[in-house]
């Protein structure tokens, strides 16, 4: 009651407050841990619907306890409920300064808000380049948007400047004409699928959109320029650019520009590469110099993937490089034009300099900077008599908000010229020459410590993916494609006792894609082999179990380095034997030499024991192998999970035999290879291919057997289990059984998600190698207010996704593994026809065992295709009212693996932790590719039983723990010293 007596007071306060967008500026730059939550609550605004909304996320964000609040912040947040009056004035208030700040750095929402601020630019003696903002596309509906929407712009902005009058600053500059209007465009957007790995499939399409681009623009008389994106997409951006405008329609065109980030490592090689390209042109083009908008997120995705940093480490090194660049491209002026694009004084200066030195014409250089982010410095230069061009974006805030945020990011960063001119404004310091280090010297390289480094606490250090943005990465791939092709059909046989078995009985793996191509010929093991290997494992045990846990894991360790050797080989097989596409393929490789080198890694740790020592008494904890181990894997990751369970038998002292599922029996021959190469004695490893319905179950229920690690269907788990739990006939001990046995895994989509982020996190969980993941999404769970939203970019994503061989670098959907898989999976879209209803069924090649994405929608949350595991790229999209309805809907499951949450609501955020009964729990990002010791993998209920692979427990599920005590006293005394210890 004391909050409703005074609305209206407080209310005027509050509404009439001055400037709460400078307020927003200068409380982020003076404290860290606000700045990120106002920037986390700007970049949710465009989704949330009403005042209500607002008002609760900013409760939500700004009253974390590490959050100190500076007075005019705590004013506005004095109020209890969301729903209040005051709740709704504090949502208004901060909705117009986000606004207010946004068109400080977007030129317009619309064209007819655009075009007079580009007068008035143009009055001001100020060039302009406008960029459409909303370049992230996910579906090719989209992308076919981006490039109609251009075609449309460059027709109205040409009718427009038709009534413009000539400037003669901006536009004949000594005498050389220049378009009125020029646009910003970015590759990317034109093609949904824009992949480096698919360099020819992506060139083909995006330069066939572009010369519809380039074409119009040439009608019309407008000037095209190329943006430059993230450092993934830079080589293959130019690789196109480069031969686009080699084509003799395009190569004579002046008016064309791209785009170079100082900030790269490699910006000045690629510098020096165009300038020799331009030469061969022969015509000139116009190069934007600008230092780079995406630092922070260029690093941490470099750290994540262990990969070397594309970026420079520190402002000082870009701006010295940006300024060796400057130099490089205007001695470079009679066939560069350069556009030098900053908002420090002293990178502008420094260019005019150089210019004026060079005597350069002012028609072969300009300089630029961004609408809102220094116009007293572009004014200033254009009153000098510069050419200047303002780089504008213009749309609505949704797709704006990104851009916004990197301005924000960039105005209060501590390193940013805009903020040290407010904070420092000595004119001697900000004109400094940067003390950064430029071309000719060392880069320093942010990278993860290495291995040997590492301290027994320090986190574990990943093996890094190949980057296939380097063509050095695709060469070598193709290459062992190629190789590995000529090696097709050979024979492999069970490796028994230290020797290949030569079998009667053979079975052929064929590759899923294309079912004619055999990939090997795989002899097949029985009963009387398996009793062998069995024998042969017993005989090895006693030497083995005591061998010293230093050789076993010398043995591992070699293991891993022949796995990196041959990494881009058994990419290969993987990808030609299961149909695995070859990102996916490499990630198994990385997954299966992480397993080696982690556990070579806990064994150690494992082997130090504990010791708990009393004066005249020693305790030694320690651990020992249980016997022999079975390890049943699965097709799906026939490298990965296949070496897991098997080494983690071998370092722990166990002898071990691989049993590999039947599609999938030449890559765990080829692992065989490996581990006998590293040095396994005969009968400690042993690899055991055949009908699994015959050794299987003899194996699991032999009395010399101690542990089954298993994983694949829940069916045959649970029989595995139950078979393990009886005493046989001459058995000793209890088995004991590591099984994972899939799940019923979904994804909750609320209201305040990201919808590009979470449409291409579900796509890649949901249709990633076709669905066939234990950890695959097979159930969307979208709260009713996105709900219709969602489901039609869903659908449109899905439709954009290329279904083919997996081999084929344009690949992102594969087949599926056998012709049984196959039928069983269109048994269970039928049953989906008479559930739900479909919204999409995608044609798929009919000359292997393919199945094109299907979606089900308002799907009952217990109809079968929404609770039975399906196995394929299957998807049931559920309609939810509450985020509890969405909760208690995902857990309405036998299964309890992997889980998924994409939203910015902290409290959703907080209960779905708490609350979502999941394994693994994977929040704003996909859920499958679980990295070892990142994400330690494995589920509860039906999902399986034991320690999660990849963790610091999984190991000693292997391993007897064993104590000995021992009574040092000797007729009352004890060793000397032993009394004070």
């Not at 948007?145 to 009534?163: F, P, S």
């Not at 004109?431 to 291995?451: F, I």
């Amino acid at each position: 009651m004391k909050e409703m007596s005074r609305p209206s007071s407080l209310a005027t306060r509050l509404w009439m407050q001055p400037h709460w967008d400078d307020r927003l500026l200068a409380w982020a730059m003076t404290n860290p841990a606000l700045q990120v939550q106002i920037f986390r609550l700007i970049d949710v605004l465009p989704s949330l619907t009403d005042n209500v909304e607002i008002a609760r996320h900013i409760q939500e964000y700004l009253s974390l306890p590490e959050v100190k609040l500076p007075s005019g912040l705590n004013t506005l947040l004095s109020w209890a409920q969301p729903h209040s009056i005051l709740g709704k004035v504090a949502a208004v208030t901060f909705k117009s300064a986000v606004s207010t700040l946004a068109r400080r750095y977007i030129v317009g929402e619309t064209l007819p808000q655009t075009l007079p601020r580009l007068v008035q630019l143009r009055q001001h003696c100020l060039a302009f380049t406008l960029d459409r903002l909303g370049e992230a596309v996910i579906t090719e509906a989209e992308a076919t948007a981006y490039l109609q929407g251009y075609l449309h712009l460059m027709t109205q902005l040409a009718q427009a400047a038709k009534a413009w009058s000539e400037i003669a600053l901006i536009d004949r500059v000594e005498g050389v004409a220049f378009p009125k209007v020029q646009v910003s465009v970015k590759l990317t957007a034109f093609y949904s699928q824009f992949d480096p790995l698919d360099a020819q499939g992506s060139q083909e399409i995006v330069s066939q959109h572009l010369r519809t681009l380039l074409r119009h623009a040439q009608k019309l008389g407008v000037a095209v320029h190329f943006d430059m994106e993230q450092f993934v997409y830079k080589d293959l951006t130019l690789a196109i650019l480069k031969d686009l405008l080699l084509e003799p329609e395009f190569r004579n065109r002046t008016d064309i520009g791209l785009t170079l980030q100082a900030y790269l490592r490699d910006s000045n090689q690629d510098l020096h590469t165009l300038i020799d390209w331009a030469q061969e042109r022969g015509t000139s083009i116009t190069i934007r110099l600008v230092k780079g908008a995406y630092w922070d997120q260029e690093t941490i995705k470099a750290i994540q993937n262990h990969w070397p940093q594309p970026v420079l480490n520190d402002k000082a090194e870009t701006d010295a490089n940006f300024e060796a660049m400057t130099l490089t491209l205007l001695e470079n002026h009679e066939i560069v034009t350069a556009a030098i694009g900053s908002h420090n004084v002293r990178s502008q200066a420094h260019a005019i300099a150089i210019a004026n030195r060079l005597q350069i014409p002012k028609h072969r250089y300009e300089l630029q900077v961004l609408y809102g982010m220094a116009d007293p410095l572009a004014a200033a230069i254009a009153h000098l008599g510069h050419r200047v061009r303002v780089y504008c974006p213009y749309g609505p805030l949704l797709p704006g908000m990104a851009y916004l945020i990197r301005r924000l990011l960039e105005n209060t960063a501590n390193t940013s010229f805009l903020r040290q001119r407010i904070e420092s404004p000595d004119p001697e310091k900000l004109l400094a020459p940067p003390q950064g280090k430029h071309e000719g010297k060392q880069h320093s390289v942010v990278q993860p410590t290495a291995q040997h480094e590492l301290s027994e606490d320090a986190p574990y250090n990943n093996v890094a993916n190949t980057d296939y943005s380097q063509v050095t990465a695709r060469e070598q791939t193709k290459q062992a494609l190629q190789q590995v092709r000529q090696e097709l059909g050979k024979p492999y046989w069970p490796w028994i006792a230290g020797q290949a078995m030569i079998t009667d009985q053979i079975q052929a793996s064929v590759n899923p894609s294309q079912p004619t191509q055999v990939i090997g010929q795989v002899g097949q093991a029985l009963i009387p082999q398996t009793e062998r290997a069995i024998k042969a494992a017993a005989t090895a045990m006693a030497s083995w179990q005591n061998t010293s846990a230093q050789e076993r894991v010398m043995h591992l360790r070699r293991a891993a380095d022949l796995m990196e050797q041959r990494r881009h080989e058994l990419a290969a097989w993987i990808v030609l034997e299961v149909g695995k596409v070859l990102p996916e393929a490499d990630a198994e490789v990385s997954e299966a030499i992480d397993f080696c080198r982690y556990y070579a890694d806990e064994m150690e740790r494992l082997s130090a024991g504990y010791q708990r020592d009393l004066p005249g008494e020693t305790n030694r904890y320690a651990y020992r192998g249980r016997g022999i181990v079975v390890v049943i894997a699965p097709w799906n990751f026939p490298l990965a999970i296949a070496t897991g369970m098997t080494v983690a038998a071998l370092v722990t002292g166990n002898c071990t035999i691989l049993k590999p599922a039947a599609p999938a029996t030449v890559v765990a021959a080829k692992l065989t290879e490996i581990l006998v190469e590293a040095g396994f004695p005969a009968g400690v490893y042993q690899y055991l291919p055949g009908p699994g319905a015959e050794i299987g179950p003899y194996l699991t229920r032999h009395p010399q057997i101690h542990l089954i690690a298993f994983t694949g269907s829940q069916a045959v788990g649970s029989q595995i289990y139950e078979d393990a739990a009886v005493l046989r006939p001459g058995q000793t001990h209890l088995k004991r059984v590591i099984a994972e046995m899939g799940g019923k895994n979904a994804i909750i989509i609320d209201q305040s998600a990201d919808l590009d982020q979470a449409i291409t996190g579900v796509i890649r969980s949901a249709f990633g190698y076709s669905g066939q993941k234990c950890s695959a999404c097979s159930r969307v769970i979208v709260l009713d207010r996105i709900y219709d939203t969602f489901l039609k970019r869903l659908v449109e994503a899905a439709k954009s996704l290329n279904i083919g061989a997996a081999d084929q670098a344009s690949t992102t959907v594969g087949p599926v593994i056998t012709a049984e898989v196959q039928a069983k999976i269109r048994d269970y879209i039928a049953l989906g026809k008479t559930e739900a209803k479909v919204v999409l069924e995608r044609t798929a090649p009919e000359f292997g065992y393919f199945v094109g994405p299907v979606i089900f929608s308002e799907v009952p949350p217990q109809a079968q295709i929404a609770q039975q595991e399906i196995f394929g790229p299957v998807l049931s999209v559920i309609r939810v009212q509450t985020f509890e309805d969405a909760i208690s809907v995902a857990n309405n499951s036998p299964y309890a693996l992997t889980g998924g949450l994409y939203s910015r609501t902290p409290s959703h955020i907080e209960f779905t932790k708490t609350n979502f009964e999941v394994g693994n729990l994977y929040i704003n990002r996909s859920i499958t590719g679980a990295i070892v010791d990142r994400q330690p993998f494995g589920g509860f209920k039906c999902s399986g039983v034991g320690s999660k692979a990849g963790g610091r427990d999984y190991l000693m599920q292997f391993m007897e723990p064993r104590v000995v005590t021992e009574n040092i006293q000797r007729q009352g005394f004890a060793p000397v010293g032993e009394l004070f210890t």
